[in-house]
């Protein structure tokens, strides 16, 4: 039963039907489905569906942005649902993505993932410069600094980054971590992040180790 | 051309764009062009020439005078129509270019024509600076004009994440941002060829297969893009759209454009195979990887692969990154001189 609705919510984010979206989540809530597999096992499968369908050109932008919404419309209801994890690592993260750019869908499923994972998260949205973020991990004296970037252009703030903790001495004390689709593994190392992560699945339990 | 007699930039430029046969591909750029090498040589910075005609003519045949490219080339952004339309643009620095901040209208706004639009603002700068171009430079280079395609600048207008949601959602409200873009492009572009422009470069990015299809590129944006391009009688017509343009070139063609100037994304011996003559070729050097990250070596081997497959000007496939080095764009002009 609960497979069920799961499967037809991620359908209907895939499809786009963006009217259902909000019914079907409130359905999966009261059928006593926690907010937390909604999110992990419907909505963010649903977008790596998405995701492949844009890859093999099934899909072009206009359905990827349309499931966006739809995803988006299901998250508005699952998420105040939230609980949190008993066992979870608490943390406090500040997760941007970086001036010059404005793909944020990826850091939206993140951001969600990452709540989903018991942790704080400051959003600061979309194109932040460099300076608002580290200022803002200052100010709350957050654990994780992580960043986003889908352009090639752009990848020279998340050096940046590593420059100015550098500078204010808190390399090391704050951990940095970075994702999308510029970003490689061998590029995160080059720049020396403390983690970087493919998808957002693989980021929840990165940025768990780097708060052990 | 007459064999043995000593040709100009200008002339070899606009026949290989014409698709003539000469010794050797023309080379230069017909998108963003600029670096900061370049402006560090003619003393003209980012973010004050976008504004400014004088320091937009002079970086404007930088890439002729610091490279070699066999072509002027203006403005250095895509927000120039946005900004027309009453857009806020920050301008960037002196390495990063201009990117519009916020859009105009919900989709349900009817789009408001800014009549007089050819003596305000930016607009009168880039006409300006076609002029002075063309007085300075005239005889000796083609002055390129690089202008918006009517999707991206509606785009602008509701924002391209609504603007593509929309066709999905409300294709009759798409179409109504698209017309007035078009309009405003056919008049800019008139205005320019008036001014001094040989060849006009238009850049659609949002009508990239990153974005659509095909049939929704025949839908969206090929009827505008012809409309935009009476206005460009008398001057060369380039499409530039960014991506793997592969399946679109056919599209690209039909709207009307004597060149295509494509990415790197695309193999350049199937591009020249696909395209068979029926328009000119321009690109398509990696912008990123060689010319950007790569060595001098990569950029001459890329330049060779792109000349051996019957490119008709090599070319970056891409508006260059200001911090592209001079050492590989040298490399590319010295692979096609030879
Ligand atoms: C959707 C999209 C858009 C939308 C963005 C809508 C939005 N609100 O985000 C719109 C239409 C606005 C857009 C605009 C542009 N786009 Co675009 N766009 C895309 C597209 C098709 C999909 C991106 C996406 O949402 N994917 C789905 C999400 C779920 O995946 P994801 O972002 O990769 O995120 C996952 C992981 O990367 C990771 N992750 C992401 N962030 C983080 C952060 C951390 C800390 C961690 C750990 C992990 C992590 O987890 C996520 C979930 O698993 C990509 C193509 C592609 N293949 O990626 C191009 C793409 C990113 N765009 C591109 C370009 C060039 C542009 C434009 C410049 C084009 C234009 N015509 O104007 C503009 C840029 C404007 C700007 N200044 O930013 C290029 C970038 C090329 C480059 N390397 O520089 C791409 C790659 C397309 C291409 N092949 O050319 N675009
Ligand atoms: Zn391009």
Known sequence: MSNEILEKLADVVVKGKIKEAKPLAEEALAAGIDAKTIIFDSLSKAMAVVGEKYESKQYFLPQVLLAAQTMYQALDVALPKLEVDANAVPGKVVLAVVEGDVHDIGKNIVKAMLTGAGLTIFDLGRDVPVKNIVEKAKAEDAQIVA?????????????????MLAEENLKGKMKTIIGGGATSKEFAAQIGTDGWAYDAVEAVQVVQNLLK | MNGGISTTPKERFIAALKGEKLDRPAVGCVTQSVTVDQMEAVGAFWPEAHSDANQMALLGAAGYEVFGFENAR????????????????????????????KHLYAAEDTPVFPEGFLEKGRVKTVIEATKLLKQKYGDKLPIVVGTTGPLTIAGHLVGTENLLLMMITDPEAVHKFIKVAAE???????ALVAAGADVIAMSDPSASTDMLSGEMFDEFAKPYTKIAWE????????????????????????????????????????????????????????????????????????????KAAGFNVVAPGCGLAARVPKANIEAMVKTVKG
């Open chain 2, 184 to 190: 405003l492009e056919k008049q800019y572009l008139k």
């Open chain 2, 74 to 101: 203006i403005p250095f952004c895509l927000t120039v129509e946005a900004e027309a339309f009453g857009c806020t643009v920050d301008l960037g620095k002196v390495d990063r270019t201009p990117m519009v901040k």
């Open chain 2, 231 to 306: 206005g460009a009688e008398g001057a060369i017509k380039i499409l530039h759209i960014c991506g793997d343009t592969t399946i679109l070139l056919d599209h690209m063609i039909d709207t009307g454009a004597d060149a295509l100037s494509i990415e790197e994304k695309v193999n350049p011996a199937k591009a020249v195979e696909l395209v068979a003559g029926r328009a000119a070729l321009v690109g398509n050097m990696g912008v990123v990887r060689p010319l950007l990250q790569g060595t001098p070596e990569e950029c001459v081997q890329h330049a060779l692969e792109i």
């Open chain 1, 147 to 163: 960043a986003s970037t889908l352009m090639t252009p752009t990848l020279a703030s998340m050096k940046e980054i590593e420059r």
